[in-house]
């Protein structure tokens, strides 16, 4: 795969560089408040910055800037006395410049570095340019703040961007619950609304009879039977007609097409009277239903309810034309074609258990 290759440039300061430094550091040792030593004109004792790890070990970096001059080893020197008279508590001295690599400073660095752990002082150790370049292309944050256009920079610029996009999401998210919570606190309040800023309808059941007039869950079985031996009964009448070569006659296709047809319709019934779902009962009347409880009871029922523009009885019918498809509504005698509701019958006691008790 072509890999992408970016540059960084060298600052144009010592202060930049100091700044720099804090920067990267800070993030390759997970300290999100690297400190810069002073300022210019101040003596700084060996240190520009510090950087304190999650482990609490603080770590000193010298900065050493250099454009056309080479990194030598008396200044590194002359700053490592300076840090030892002040007496920094630090765990490792870093010294990082924008020298070029140099094989001779790295093996020096790590003969005083050893001598130092025996006498028990810190160590020290020196990072070039490209070490630092290194770290800058380690950390998306910091290549988006040094290298833009690289392509962990522009990662995490996306990601800083959906991260925006959902703090702003889930504050609006926020600001709609809020405003729900008081819309419903306030429809709440109010006797003649639901908690969905609708007028209350109360509903009543009316019994045409008022006990069961059967049981959808054992007659399912039987409506199943008659429909088998229907259409069990056409099978053999075709069978005999293409055995014995005669013509079928319309009557008896009838007389066993009639059984199936039958069984079929009211299994179909039961079933929906057994999800407890009214049925209309007859094409006319429309608001005739056919109602069914847990136990498979059915009973002939009407729905009524008071209507919220009116005032008027509504009635719980079936629209539209008779070949289908019927809506179940709430529908207003008086003005039907504006009074009309959709009504969750389900908001209803079971049907069964609200027949009125006969006066003694």
């Not at 729900?180 to 019994?207: C, F, M, S």
């Not at 008659?226 to 056409?234: E, P, Q, R, V």
């Not at 097409?257 to 079929?264: A, E, I, T, Y």
Request: with cysteine; net charge positive; proline share 6%.
């Amino acid at each position: 795969m072509q890999q992408i290759h970016q540059s960084v440039s060298i600052p144009q300061s010592a202060e930049e560089f100091e700044q720099l430094c804090a920067n990267i550091y800070g993030a390759r040792f997970g300290d999100p408040l690297p400190k810069v030593n002073g300022r210019t004109g101040q003596e700084q004792h060996g240190i520009d910055v510090l950087v304190i790890r999650p482990n609490a070990a603080r770590i000193g970096i010298q900065c050493k800037r250099y454009v056309l001059a080479e990194l030598r080893t008396d200044d590194l020197v002359k700053d490592i006395e300076r840090a030892d008279l002040a007496g920094w508590s630090i765990s490792t001295l870093v010294f990082a410049t924008t020298a070029l690599r140099d094989t001779k400073l790295v093996q020096w660095s790590e003969q005083i570095s050893d001598q130092r752990l025996r006498a028990g002082k810190f160590p020290i150790q020196i990072e070039f340019w490209k070490d630092i370049c290194n770290h800058i292309f380690a950390y998306p944050e910091l290549q988006h703040q040094y290298v833009p256009h690289a392509p962990g920079g522009i990662l995490h610029e996306v990601r800083e961007a959906q991260a925006a996009s959902n703090d702003r999401a889930a504050r609006i998210e926020s600001l709609i619950a809020s405003l729900l919570k008081t819309q419903n606190e306030q429809i709440g309040k109010g006797p003649d609304v639901d908690e969905h800023g609708r007028k209350r309808i109360t509903a009543w059941r009316e019994y045409v009879v008022r006990r069961s007039i059967g049981n959808a869950r054992k007659a399912r079985p039987l409506f199943m039977s008659i429909a088998a031996i229907g259409l069990l009964s056409w099978i053999t009448l075709l069978f005999k007609m293409f055995a014995s070569h005669f013509a079928l006659n319309g009557a008896w296709f009838f007389v066993c097409m009639l059984p199936f047809m039958f069984g079929v319709v009211f299994t179909v019934i039961c079933n929906l009277l057994l999800r407890q779902q009214p049925v209309l009962a007859s094409p006319v009347p429309r608001n005739l239903l056919l109602e069914s409880n847990d136990s498979g009871e059915v009973y002939l029922t009407r729905i009524f309810a008071n209507c919220p523009q009116c005032s008027a009885v509504m009635r719980y019918t079936f629209l539209g034309p008779l070949n289908g498809p019927l809506y179940p509504k709430l529908v207003c005698p008086r003005n039907g074609r504006s009074h009309n509701l959709d009504f969750d019958y389900t908001s209803m006691s079971d049907a069964g258990t609200d027949i009125p008790t006969p006066r003694s």
